[in-house]
C-alpha cells in the first residue's frame, strides 16, 4: 500500500468515532470546496431550501447554526431577496478572476462619480457614451479621473481635444448620471462600514496557491480596529465592493432595484452602528449599545483582520452550567477554526445572527460571576484540545472580554457581550492542524460521548471537516487541507513579519500644542474653554486629570451617568462644578442676569445635554437619539448661541475641545448635531479642536463632519496620542504657575491652615491673601521669571491695579521696599485696634482721590497684616451683599473644626455703595455659627471721593484721609524709587501713573504730558474716534472702560485667533496712555481704559482745543455707534456706564461737593454748548435706549428747569412715564406743574382773577401728581432693573412726594391769603380767609364790597375750587404727621442717609413755621368769637391749647418723642399743663388724646421725675387699661400697644396683675407687632426701628429709662474719659452705641434691667410664670445662634414700635 493509502487509512481511523458521527448539514452530500461555485450555490438544490430533503444522519449532526444556511453571495448580481427585489433580471458575475469589459452589463463602477478612477471613466467613455477609443485614451493620457469630469463644462473638453459633438455628449450623459444618482440617493444612506465587504471575497474567488503570502503582502493593509482597511490595488475586492453598491443605487437608468426594509437585513440604517473592540486589546473604554449593529460577518482576507461571528448564549430556561457550556463549545469551535485556518478571529457573544432579529443586533447577556466565565475558559483549554497542543491553544486565545452595554440614552444596563480574540502567531501554530473533542448528546439513546472534530473557516462561518459521512470524502478534504495549511502558515508568516515594519512618525503631538495654544507659547490661563465630551470608561478616566488642570467654563457632557461614575465625578474630586441643564440657559433673563445666578466664569458649569440618570424631572431624564433631535436639540441649539456670543466670549479667547470616547456612526447623533450647532455659531471651526481616542473613531467622525458640515477636519484633530499622552502634553503646555501650590491662612496659635483648590473656588466673589502668598511658586523656578518681574512692575507703574506680587518683588533683595505712605501707620494702627472692639464687625473708611493711591495703601496695609488677618479683597463690585457675607464667615471659620476662636477677617472693599448693609449682612450670616461673640469681621472701605476732608468730617465711623498731594517725605521716596525704575527699566519715564505721583498731580507736567502725545492725533480716524470714546467715559464715569475686543473691532483689528495685529501698534503712541487689565464685572475679558483720570480730562481739553471737537459731539458719536451697542464683551456694563454718563448726578449724600440738576457732563454741555446740544444729546440717547425711562425723564427735567418749556417737558414726562411708572416719574411730573405754576404766579402781577384760576388749576394738577408719587412709592420696585451700579443699595423710601405736596400747597396758601379782595388790606380780611380755608366760614364771606367787581371775581374763582381749598389745611397736617412718625419711629440704616434726613428735617421745620404763620389767629379773632358766642369759650379754649401744642409740635404722639431730646423742663411742664387741660376739660376724649396725655407724662418723668404735674403711675395704668379694654387687639394705633409695653411690661412685684388688660399682655405686646406692619411696612426697606425707651431696675415709671437719658450719661461719662486720658477728645456718642461700647458702661449698666430668657428659632422668649411668654426680637440676628438650640440668654430690653427689642445679647453658659 502507497502511502496516499497510508494517509487514508489514518483519516479513516481519525474520523471514526467510538459511538456517533459528527457531521455537518451542509457536507452529507457536497464534498468541502473552499471555491466559491456561483452555479452551486444558486442552484435550487443549495442551502436551506432543500435541506429536508437529505437523507437523516445515523446519528447527531454537531454544526454551527452559521452552517445551516449558506454563507450570503455576495458575488452575484441577483440581489438577496430579503433585500432586493430585482424588476429585471441581473447578469451573474463570473467565476474567477476580472474579465474584459466588453459588454455594458458588464461595466461595474462606484456609484458616485466622485469616486471613479480614471480608468473608470474610459471605460464608461468607450462601453456606456460609445465614444472613440482615441478620444477615451485622449483624456485617460490626460489622468482625466470622475471628479474632474463631473467639474468640466463643454468648453473644457473642447479644449482637452474633445470634438464638439463628443463633448456635448459627454457633458448631457455627465448631468443625467448625477441626476439619477442623487434621486436614488438620499433615499437610503448606507454606512460605509456595511457596504465596503473585507477581502474575503478574494479567498474566495482564487485557488490557494504558493505566492499568495506575497500577492497579501502586496495588495492588503491590515488594522487592529476591527475593520478592514481595503486596499484599492485589490481589483477583485474593489470590484465586489462596486457589486454591493450596484444594489444600493443602479448604475443602469434602464434597471431599477426597489430597497425592502426588513428586520432581518443588516441595511437598516436607523440603529446605531457600533465601533467594535480594536483587536487583541483590553480596551476597557469601549462600550456597546443596545440594538446596535455590529458590521457583517465575513470571511478570512489578509489572516491578520479578524473574522467576527456572532453568538446568543441561551437565555430562556437555561442553568447557568448550560449556559457555560454553550460558551465554551461555541468558544472551542471558532478558535479550532481560526486557529487551523491561520486567521485573527473574535466571537461575540450576546450578538445576534439569527433570522428573528436583526444580523448584528447587539442584545447582550446577563452576567452574575465574570469569574465562573473566566473558569470555564481555562477549563474548556485542557476539554476540548488535545493534550500536545493545549499550551498552542492557551496562547492563541485570548480571555474573555466583557463589554457593557449601554441603553441608547447613555445610561450603563445590566447586560454584557462577552468577546474572545485568536491570534494564531506563526510560532504557535506553525504547520499544526488542530484537533478539537466536543461532547455530543444522541437523540435515539440518551447517551454522550466524545467526537473528535477538525473546524477551519468557510467564509463567515466554521465547518467541521469530519462531519461528513462519507469517508472518502473526507480523506480527500483533509489532503487538500493539509496543502493548504502549509500555504496559510507561510503567508501567516510573511504577513506578521510585514507588521512588524516600523511605522512613519507621527507629528500629532505638535498639532496638539498648535491647537492648544492657538499658536501662541503657551496655553493661557485667560483662555476660556468649552469642552464637549461623551461617557468616558472608568478606567481612562486618571487620564482626563488634564481638565482640571484649565480653566473650564463650561463641559457640555452627554453622559447621563457622568455624576455618579464619570467625567463629571471624577472632576468634582479636586474642582468646583455647578450641574446645569440647557434649558437653564435659554431664559429671557439678561445676559448679565445669567452670568450672575449661574456663576459664570467663577465656576465651571458642568450642563447634561442628555439629562442625569437620576433627575426626577421627565424635563432631564436622558433620551435616545431620536427623541433627543425633536424635544432637545433646540435647547442645546440656543444655549450653545448663548455660550459662543461675543458677547460673552471674545472668539479670540475662546477655545471649543470635543474629547469623542467612543465612535460617531450615527447621523442623528446629539454629539455631531452639538457640532454643527457650534460649527454655524461660530461659522467655522476656527476655534474647535477634537480628540479622538483612536483612528477608528476619528475616521467615522471625520466622515460624518464632512457630510453634515462640507468640512475637512483633519488638521483639527488629534487621534494617534493616548490619553496619557495628551493630558501630559497639556499640563506641560500650560503657563508657569504665579500662585503657590499650596496655600495657607494663618489661624490661632500661630498655626495655618491649607486652603484647598477646590474650596478656595467656592470664594467666588473673594480674592484671598494667604500668609504664603507669591511664595514658593514655579514661575520664580523658571527662566522666563525676570521678564515676569518686569512686566509686573510696569503694568502696576504705568497705572494698572497693584497686585500681590508688587509687594512681594519690592521685599526680594535688591530691591527698595515698597513705597510706605505718610498715612500708612495711621491706617494700620486703626485696623490693629479694631481687634479690641466689642463689635462682630467693625468698618473703617479710606477717603481718597482718585488715583491717588488709596486703593494700593490699603492693600499694602493688608500684605503686611497678612499673617495677622485672614484678609481677602472683594474682587466683583457688582457681588451682592449677602453673597459676600456668606463667603467672609467662610472665610472666618474656615479649616475649624470646633468653634471656639477664629481669627479676624479683614476685608477690603473698594468704593462700595452701603457698607452699612453690607455689615449687617455679615452679622445676619453670622448667626448661623455658634460662640457668635469670637467672630469678628473688619470692613476697610475705600471710598473715591472728589472731597476726601469733607466727607471724613462728616463721617461717623472711623476714617483715613489721603489726598493728592504728596508730603515732602513721600517725595523724597518717589524720587528714590524713580531711579531705581531707571536702572531696571528701558523707560520709566513712560510710566505715566507713577510720574504724575512722582510730579505731586502737578497739572502743568500732565497737560505737557498730554499735549506732546496727542498733537498729530486726527479725531477722525478709527484711532482717534476710540481714543475720544475712552477719554469721555473715564472722565464723567469714574471706574469705567471698554472690552479690549470692542476697542479692536472698533480700530480695524479683524477678530482673528492664529495672527493678531497687537492693539497696542495700531494705537501706538496713543496707547501709551491707555492700560488694559482684566475686568471681572459681568464677565472675565481684558478691558481698556486710560492710566489716570486727570489724564483722560487733559485728553478731552486737548481734544476741544485741536480738533474743535466738543464733549457733545464725542457723547452723540458713543449713541450713534451701533458696534458699541449691539454686540460686545461687557456690553451691559458699558451701556450702563454711557447711560450713567447721561443721567447720574452729582449730590451730596454721596460724597460729591454739591447737589447738581443734572449729570457733570450735562452740566458741562449745558455750559459750554448751549441748551440745543443737550437736547440733541437727549434725543438720541432715548432712540438709543428706548425701553429706559430715566433719559426721557431728564429731558423732561431740562426743558421745565432751564427752558421753561413746560409743554414739552410734560410730553417727555409722560413718556417716560409710560415705560415706567414710578414715583420718581411721577414727582417730576408733579414738579413740571409746580414750576410752571411757578412761572405763572411771576408773570402775572398783578395778579389777575383769570391768571389766579389757572393757578389753582395748575396747583390742583401739582397736587394730584405728587399724591400719585406717594402711592406709587409704596410698591416702588427696591432696584432698577437697568441699573447696575447701585444693585447693592437698597432703595429709600421716596418721600419727595410729600415734598413736593407741601411746597405747592404752601405757594398755593401764600397767593390766597395775598388776595386783593378789598380796597384795604386788613386783619379782619386776613382772619376772614383763614377761616374760609379752615371751613369755619362759606367763601360768600370773603366778599364784602359788591362794588368792587375785581374782588367779585376772585371769589368766584375761590367758590369754583373752594372744597380743593378747604383740604388744604388738614391735608398739610396729614403730611406733618407723616413726617414725624417717618423721622421718629424709624431710623436710618446708614451714615449717609442720615445726613440727608437732617437737612429734609430743617426743610420741613421751616416748612412748619410758615403753616403755623398762615393759620395762626390773631388776638382780636379770638375775642370777637368769644363775644359773639360765650358758649364756645371752652371749646375755643381747648383749641388754643391745641395750637399752642401744635406750634410746639408736641400734639402729636411722636412729636411728643421728640420732646425727650429737644424740651427742657420748664418747656415739658408747659406742654403736661396743656395737655392735662385738654385732658381733663373734653368731655368725648379720644383714644389719641389719652394717648398723648400717658406718653406726656412718661416723657415728663424722663426730662424731669420732681415735677408736680406728674400723674401717679397707677392712674396712668388705669387710663391704659380702660383704652386698651375699649379697643382690644385688633386696633391699627400702634401707639396703644407701645405704651401697654412700656407701662404694662411684667414685673416680679405682680403690681400690675390687678388690672383687667394685664392678662392679656403678651397678646397686646403682640399685636404691636401686627399694627406696625400695616401701618409702616411700606416705608422700612431701608429704615429700621428706633427704641426710645429701655426696661431700667427700679419701678412704677422709673423703670421706663429713655434713650435720651442714656445719651447724657454716655456724653458725661465720655467727657470724663477724655479728660482722664488727656486726649481731649470725647469719644463719639454714634460710634459708642454703632460698636456696642454703649452697653459695657458701668453707668448705663446701673440704669438698665438685665432680662433673662431662652433663645429660640431666631427669637428670644421670656417666660413671666404660666402661660405669659413674651417674644423678644433681637436688633442683631447675628446675636442669635441657629441651629434651634434652646439656650439661656440675658439682653437689655428696648421698645420699639415694632414691638420689644434685645440688645446685647449674651448666652448664660458662655459667662
Not at 117 to 131: E, G, H
Not at 746 to 751: A, D, F, Q, R, V
Not at 1472 to 1496: E, G, Q
Request: glycine fraction near 4%; charged fraction near 25%; proline fraction near 4%.
Amino acid at each position: 500500500m502507497d502511502d496516499d493509502d497510508d494517509d487514508d487509512d489514518d483519516a479513516t481511523k481519525r474520523s471514526t468515532s467510538s459511538c456517533f458521527s459528527v457531521t455537518s448539514d451542509n457536507s452529507m452530500h457536497h464534498p468541502l470546496s473552499f471555491r466559491v461555485d456561483e452555479s452551486s450555490r444558486n442552484s435550487p438544490s443549495a442551502g436551506t431550501g432543500k435541506e429536508e430533503e437529505r437523507p437523516s444522519s445515523p446519528g447527531p449532526s454537531l454544526t454551527s447554526y452559521r452552517s445551516r444556511t449558506p454563507p450570503p453571495n455576495f458575488m452575484s448580481d441577483v440581489p438577496d431577496k430579503r433585500n432586493v427585489v430585482p424588476t429585471k433580471a441581473a447578469p451573474q458575475l463570473p467565476d474567477s478572476g476580472p474579465q474584459p469589459k466588453t459588454a455594458e452589463h458588464d461595466l461595474r463602477l462606484p456609484p458616485l462619480m466622485e469616486d471613479w478612477t480614471k480608468d473608470n471613466v474610459k471605460d464608461w467613455l468607450v462601453v456606456k457614451l460609445r465614444v472613440s477609443a482615441k478620444i477615451a485614451q485622449n483624456l485617460y493620457d490626460q489622468e482625466c479621473s470622475g471628479a474632474c469630469l463631473i467639474s468640466f463644462e463643454k468648453q473644457d473638453l473642447i479644449e482637452l481635444g474633445v470634438p464638439r459633438a463628443p463633448a456635448l455628449q459627454i457633458i448631457k450623459q455627465v448631468e443625467k448620471f448625477r441626476k439619477h444618482s442623487q434621486a436614488l440617493e438620499p433615499g437610503f444612506r448606507v454606512p460605509e462600514s456595511h457596504c465596503e465587504l473585507r477581502q474575503s471575497e478574494l479567498w474566495k474567488t482564487a485557488e490557494m496557491s504558493p505566492d499568495l503570502g506575497e500577492s497579501i503582502e502586496t495588495e492588503t493593509v491590515s488594522s487592529d480596529s476591527g475593520f478592514q482597511s481595503l486596499s484599492p490595488a485589490v481589483q477583485m475586492l474593489q470590484m465586489t465592493r462596486n457589486k454591493i453598491r450596484s444594489l444600493i443605487v443602479s448604475k443602469e437608468p434602464d434597471i431599477q432595484y426597489s430597497v425592502e426594509p426588513d428586520k432581518a437585513t443588516v441595511l437598516q440604517p436607523q440603529r446605531p452602528i457600533c465601533q467594535i473592540r480594536p483587536f487583541d486589546k483590553s480596551s476597557s473604554s469601549i462600550y456597546y449599545t443596545v440594538d446596535g449593529l455590529l458590521p457583517p460577518m465575513a470571511g478570512p482576507s489578509n489572516l491578520l483582520d479578524p473574522v467576527h461571528e456572532y453568538y446568543l448564549l441561551p437565555s430562556v430556561n437555561a442553568s447557568e452550567r448550560e449556559i457555560l457550556y454553550e460558551f465554551t463549545k461555541e468558544l472551542s469551535s471558532f478558535a479550532a477554526s481560526c486557529m487551523n485556518s491561520r486567521t485573527n478571529g473574535t466571537i461575540h457573544f450576546g450578538v445576534n445572527s439569527q433570522p428573528d432579529l436583526q444580523h448584528g443586533q447587539i442584545v447582550g447577556h446577563k452576567i452574575t460571576s465574570f469569574n465562573e466565565y473566566h473558569r470555564a475558559f481555562e477549563t474548556s483549554l485542557s476539554d476540548f484540545f488535545e493534550e500536545k497542543h493545549t499550551n498552542a491553544a492557551r496562547m492563541c486565545i485570548r480571555p474573555p472580554n466583557f463589554i457593557q452595554v449601554h441603553h441608547q440614552n447613555g445610561t450603563t444596563s445590566d447586560k454584557w457581550v462577552i468577546e474572545v480574540d485568536v491570534v494564531p502567531a506563526y510560532s504557535q501554530t506553525q504547520d499544526h492542524m488542530f484537533y478539537t473533542l466536543l461532547t455530543i448528546a444522541s437523540t435515539e439513546e440518551n447517551q454522550k460521548c466524545k467526537s473528535e472534530c477538525l473546524f477551519v473557516r468557510d467564509g463567515p462561518r466554521s465547518i467541521n471537516i469530519l462531519a461528513d459521512s462519507n469517508h472518502r470524502v473526507i480523506q480527500e478534504q483533509l489532503k487538500s487541507l493539509g496543502e493548504k495549511v502549509m500555504n496559510w502558515a507561510s503567508a501567516r508568516k510573511l504577513a506578521e513579519e510585514k507588521v512588524e515594519d516600523r511605522p512613519s512618525p507621527s507629528h500629532q503631538g505638535q498639532r496638539l500644542k498648535q491647537l492648544m495654544t492657538q499658536g501662541r507659547d503657551a496655553f493661557e490661563s485667560s483662555i476660556q474653554v468649552i469642552v464637549v465630551t461623551d461617557k468616558c470608561h472608568s478606567s481612562q478616566l486618571e487620564h482626563m486629570d488634564f481638565l482640571k488642570e484649565m480653566t473650564l467654563f463650561a463641559v457640555l457632557d452627554f453622559d447621563p451617568e457622568s455624576d455618579i461614575n464619570g467625567t463629571c465625578s471624577f472632576y468634582r474630586k479636586d474642582r468646583i462644578a455647578n450641574l446645569h441643564y440647557p434649558h437653564m440657559y435659554t431664559t429671557q433673563d439678561s445676559l448679565t442676569a445669567v452670568i450672575g445666578k449661574l456663576n459664570l466664569f467663577k465656576q465651571t458649569s458642568w450642563i447634561f445635554c442628555n439629562g442625569q440618570k437620576d433627575e426626577d424631572s421627565d424635563r432631564d431624564k436622558p433620551l435616545i437619539p431620536t427623541e433627543w433631535l425633536k424635544k432637545r436639540s433646540g435647547e442645546v441649539s440656543k444655549m450653545l448661541t448663548f455660550l459662543c456670543n461675543s458677547d460673552l466670549i471674545s472668539k479670540d479667547r475662546l477655545l471649543v475641545i470635543f474629547v469623542l470616547h467612543s465612535s460617531v456612526t450615527n447621523i442623528s447623533s446629539p454629539v455631531l448635531e452639538t457640532f454643527c450647532a457650534i460649527h454655524r455659531t461660530l461659522e467655522g471651526v476656527d476655534n474647535v479642536m477634537c480628540i479622538c481616542k483612536d483612528a477608528t473613531v476619528f475616521s467615522h467622525w471625520k466622515r460624518l463632519i464632512e457630510d453634515r458640515c462640507m468640512e475637512d477636519i483633519t488638521n483639527k484633530c488629534i487621534y494617534e496620542l493616548s490619553l496619557n499622552e495628551i493630558s501630559s502634553t497639556v499640563k506641560k503646555l500650560k503657563e508657569p504657575q504665579t500662585q503657590s501650590s499650596k496655600r495657607f491662612l494663618p489661624s490661632t496659635g500661630s498655626s495655618s491652615v491649607l486652603l484647598t483648590k477646590k474650596d478656595e473656588e467656592l470664594f467666588t466673589v473673594l480674592d484671598i491673601l494667604t500668609e504664603n502668598e507669591c511664595e514658593n511658586t514655579e514661575i520664580e523656578t523658571k527662566d522666563s521669571f525676570d521678564d515676569f518681574k518686569k512686566r509686573t512692575e510696569e503694568d502696576f507703574y504705568r497705572g494698572g491695579q497693584v497686585t500681590w506680587w508688587n509687594f512681594y518683588l519690592s521685599e526680594k533683595k535688591g530691591s527698595l521696599p515698597f513705597i510706605m505712605r505718610d498715612k500708612y501707620n495711621e491706617l494700620y494702627d486703626l485696623i490693629r485696634s479694631g481687634e479690641d472692639c466689642t463689635s462682630q464687625c467693625t468698618m473703617i473708611n479710606l477717603f481718597h482721590h482718585p488715583g491717588c493711591g488709596g486703593t494700593t495703601l490699603a492693600m499694602h496695609v493688608l500684605w503686611n497684616l497678612r499673617r495677622v488677618f485672614r484678609c481677602a479683597v472683594v474682587k466683583n463690585n457688582m457681588a451682592a451683599n449677602n453673597e459676600i457675607a456668606v463667603q467672609v464667615v467662610k472665610l472666618l471659620t474656615y479649616g475649624k473644626q470646633e468653634q471656639t476662636h477664629y481669627l479676624p477677617v479683614l476685608l477690603l472693599v473698594d468704593n462700595w455703595d452701603d457698607v452699612e448693609d453690607l455689615k449687617q449682612c455679615i452679622l445676619n450670616v453670622a448667626s448661623d455659627r455658634q460662640q457668635r461673640n469670637h467672630l469678628k469681621v473688619i470692613i476697610l472701605n475705600c471710598e473715591r471721593t472728589q472731597f476726601p476732608r469733607e466727607n471724613s468730617r462728616k463721617s461717623h465711623i472711623a476714617n483715613v484721609v489721603i489726598m493728592n498731594k504728596l508730603s515732602a517725605t513721600e517725595q523724597v521716596l518717589f524720587s528714590e524709587k524713580l531711579q531705581q525704575l531707571k536702572d531696571n527699566h528701558e523707560k520709566p519715564e513712560t510710566f505715566y501713573a507713577f510720574m504724575i505721583m512722582t510730579n505731586n498731580f502737578s497739572e502743568a507736567y500732565i497737560t505737557n504730558l498730554v499735549s506732546n502725545i496727542v498733537q498729530d492725533l486726527d479725531a477722525t480716524t478709527p484711532q482717534g474716534r476710540l481714543f475720544s470714546f475712552l477719554a469721555l467715559l473715564n472722565t464723567f464715569v469714574n471706574g469705567s472702560y471698554m472690552s479690549l475686543s470692542l476697542c479692536e473691532e472698533l480700530v480695524g483689528i479683524k477678530n482673528t485667533i492664529w495672527k493678531r495685529e497687537p492693539f497696542d501698534d495700531i494705537m501706538n503712541p496713543y496707547s501709551t496712555l491707555l492700560i488694559t487689565f482684566t475686568a471681572e464685572e459681568h464677565g472675565t475679558y481684558q478691558a481698556v481704559r486710560f492710566l489716570h483720570q486727570m489724564i483722560s480730562s487733559e485728553c478731552l481739553q486737548i481734544l476741544k482745543q485741536k480738533d474743535r471737537l466738543a464733549v457733545s459731539e464725542i457723547a452723540i458719536d458713543i449713541l450713534h455707534c451701533d458696534r458699541i451697542h449691539k454686540s460686545a464683551m461687557g456690553k451691559d456694563y458699558l451701556c450702563q456706564n454711557i447711560h450713567s454718563m447721561l443721567i447720574t448726578r452729582n449730590k451730596k449724600v454721596q460724597g460729591d461737593d454739591k447737589d447738581t440738576l443734572f449729570s457733570p457732563l450735562i452740566e458741562k454741555i449745558c455750559e459750554e454748548e448751549g441748551h440745543e446740544k443737550i437736547k440733541e444729546v437727549f434725543e438720541k440717547a432715548i432712540e438709543r435706549f428706548d425701553r429706559r425711562a430715566t433719559l426721557p425723564q431728564a429731558l423732561a427735567r431740562h426743558f421745565y428747569l432751564k427752558e421753561k418749556d413746560f409743554g414739552s417737558a410734560l410730553r417727555w414726562a409722560l413718556d417716560a412715564q409710560g415705560k415706567n411708572s414710578n414715583s420718581y416719574i411721577a414727582d417730576t411730573v408733579g414738579q413740571i406743574y409746580k414750576s410752571q405754576l411757578k412761572n405763572t404766579i411771576d408773570e402775572s402781577k398783578p395778579l389777575t382773577p383769570e391768571a389766579f384760576s389757572e393757578c389753582l388749576i395748575l396747583g390742583s394738577k401739582a397736587v394730584k401728581a405728587f399724591r400719585d408719587s406717594q402711592e406709587l412709592a409704596k410698591t416702588d420696585e427696591q432696584l432698577d432693573p437697568f441699573d447696575l451700579h447701585s444693585r447693592k443699595r437698597s432703595t429709600p423710601y421716596n418721600t419727595s412726594g410729600y415734598v413736593g405736596e407741601t411746597e405747592v400747597i404752601l405757594i398755593l396758601l401764600d397767593v390766597i391769603t395775598a388776595l386783593p379782595l378789598s380796597e384795604v388790606s386788613d386783619r379782619h380780611q386776613r382772619d376772614r380767609m383763614q377761616q374760609f380755608l379752615k371751613g369755619h366760614h362759606s367763601v360768600s364771606s370773603l366778599h364784602r364790597d359788591q362794588s368792587n367787581t375785581t374782588s367779585g371775581q376772585f371769589v368766584s374763582v375761590l367758590k369754583e375750587h373752594e372744597r380743593f381749598l378747604t383740604s388744604l389745611k388738614p391735608r398739610l397736617k396729614d403730611i406733618f404727621s407723616f413726617f414725624e412718625n417717618y423721622y421718629t419711629y424709624l431710623k436710618s440704616r446708614s451714615q449717609e442717609r442720615e445726613t440727608a434726613d437732617d437737612r429734609n428735617k430743617k426743610k420741613l421745620s421751616d416748612f412748619f413755621k410758615k403753616y403755623i404763620q398762615i393759620f395762626s389767629s390773631s388776638e382780636e379773632e379770638k375775642a370777637s368769637e368769644k363775644a359773639g358766642n360765650p358758649n364756645l369759650s371752652l371749646n375755643q379754649e381747648v383749641q388754643d391749647r391745641r395750637y399752642y401744642l401744635e406750634t410746639k409740635r408736641a400734639d402729636s404722639f411722636a412729636g411728643l418723642l421728640q420732646c425727650l431730646s429737644e424740651k427742657s423742663g420748664t418747656e415739658m411742664e408747659h406742654i403736661l399743663k396743656h395737655w392735662k387741660f385738654i385732658f381733663d376739660k373734653t368731655t368725648l376724649r379720644s383714644v389719641t388724646d389719652t394717648l398723648n396725655f400717658i406718653l406726656a407724662n412718661i416723657v415728663m418723668h424722663s426730662i424731669k421725675p420732681s415735677s408736680n404735674l406728674l400723674k401717679k403711675y397707677e392712674e396712668l395704668v388705669d387710663l391704659l387699661d380702660k383704652e386698651l379694654q375699649r379697643a382690644g387687639t385688633r386696633s391699627n394705633v400702634t401707639e396703644l400697644y407701645y405704651l401697654s409695653m412700656l407701662l404694662m411690661w411684667p414685673a416680679k412685684d405682680r403690681a400690675l396683675e390687678s388690672f383687667a388688660a394685664y392678662k392679656h399682655i403678651g397678646t397686646y405686646i403682640a399685636s404691636v407687632k401686627k399694627s406696625y406692619n400695616q401701618r409702616f411696612s411700606h416705608v422700612c426697606s431701608a429704615r429700621s426701628p428706633v427704641a426710645h425707651f429701655f426696661l431700667g431696675k427700679s419701678s412704677g415709671l422709673k423703670r421706663i429709662v429713655s434713650r435720651s437719658k442714656l445719651d447724657r450719661i454716655l456724653e458725661r461719662v465720655s467727657k470724663q474719659d477724655s479728660c482722664d486720658s488727656q486726649s481731649g477728645q470725647p469719644q463719639n456718642l454714634h460710634n459708642l452705641w454703632q460698636s456696642g461700647a454703649a452697653w459695657n458702661k458701668p453707668e448705663v449698666q446701673k440704669e438698665l434691667l438685665r432680662v433673662k430668657g431662652k433663645s429660640e428659632n431666631r427669637e428670644i422668649y421670656v417666660n413671666y410664670g404660666g402661660s405669659l411668654k413674651m417674644v423678644v426680637r433681637p436688633v442683631y440676628l447675628g446675636d442669635i445662634r441657629s441651629g434651634h438650640s434652646r439656650d439661656e440668654v440675658s439682653f437689655y430690653l428696648g421698645f420699639t414700635m415694632s414691638g420689644p427689642v434685645a440688645y446685647n445679647i449674651k448666652y448664660e453658659n458662655d459667662q
